[in-house]
């Protein structure tokens, strides 16, 4: 019981987290592409897939996107975010559970996956001519993957060190 606690716990505080990280991107300038943003809530998400694993990185990822949609940006941006960050999600698992890739890789694959998974909603929805947007979203998601990526990877080994003594006890 107390470890399930210490579980469930441990992922209110990376949603919370998340979350904070979404507020304050929201509060930041937009960027000129659409669709383009840097991900500051992906280092949760980064840090609970190295930390608690798929299940957990999911369930805050998950939770982190339809709070966000709910309060910062809308229910039509709800089919975006959740395709992107279930699609980024499941490559990012895959690409950690094959080992091919540091986490500073695999986020900058996430990135991409991510920008890709909402253009194939967009042009199911608004139409092939969003294709045009492919370039940017493919460079922002390489920019915003890889300083995400980096900064995940300094944190995931800070948060590992205490994550492991958090469960020891």
Known sequence: MQQRNKKIAMYALLVALAFIFSYVEAMLPGLQVPGVKLGLANIVVLMALETTGFAGALIVSLVRVVLSALIFKGMLSLIYSLAGAII?????????????????????IGGIIHNMAQLSVACLMLGKGVIAYLPWLFAGGVLSGLFIGVIGAVIVKRVQKAYSNFYRK
């Open 88 to 108: 980024s999600l499941l490559v990012m698992a895959l690409l950690k559970k094959l080992k091919l890739f540091t986490i500073v890789g695999i986020s900058c």
